[in-house]
């Protein structure tokens, strides 16, 4: 069983990757199929968020998601920017899935 159907929200994935010598920028990995829920106040603080800002974001177990990527809602064009630490792999029922903390860093 997968979480296929609940997965609203289609995101971009990028990675810093080096450009040339130190340079670095921003690559495109993939897109994935998620969906991005904000955490109430309580939530945030627990987690080391800040409150309006701290999100999660539910995507199947096999997405190419990594701590420090950065998430972009191809529909709002909301970016996001995963926590350290911030991908987990939970499991509600026989469903695998990934569960991704990451903090709002720009709202167009």
């Known amino acids: 069983m997968s979480l296929i159907n609940l997965l609203n929200n289609q995101v971009v994935v990028s990675r810093l990757g080096a450009v ?6 921003w690559a495109t990995i ?6 991005i829920t ?6 945030s603080l627990n987690l080391g968020g ?7 974001i539910y995507a199947d177990v096999n ?13 709002t064009g909301k ?4 926590k350290a630490g ?3 792999i939970k499991n509600l029922g026989s469903i695998d899935h990934l569960e991704i903390l ?3 860093i720009k709202n167009d």
Do not use: C, P
Request: cysteine-free; charged content about 35%.
């Open 50 to 56: 800040s409150v309006g800002k701290t999100y999660i």
């Open 102 to 104: 990451v903090e709002l």
């Open 20 to 25: 040339s010598g130190s340079k670095t920028d």
């Open 79 to 82: 970016i996001y920017y995963v």
């Open 86 to 88: 911030g991908v987990d």
């Open 38 to 43: 904000q955490l109430d106040a309580e939530k």
């Open 63 to 75: 997405a190419d998601i990594e701590d420090g990527d950065r998430l972009q809602d191809t529909d």
């Open 30 to 35: 993939t897109s994935e199929s998620t969906h």
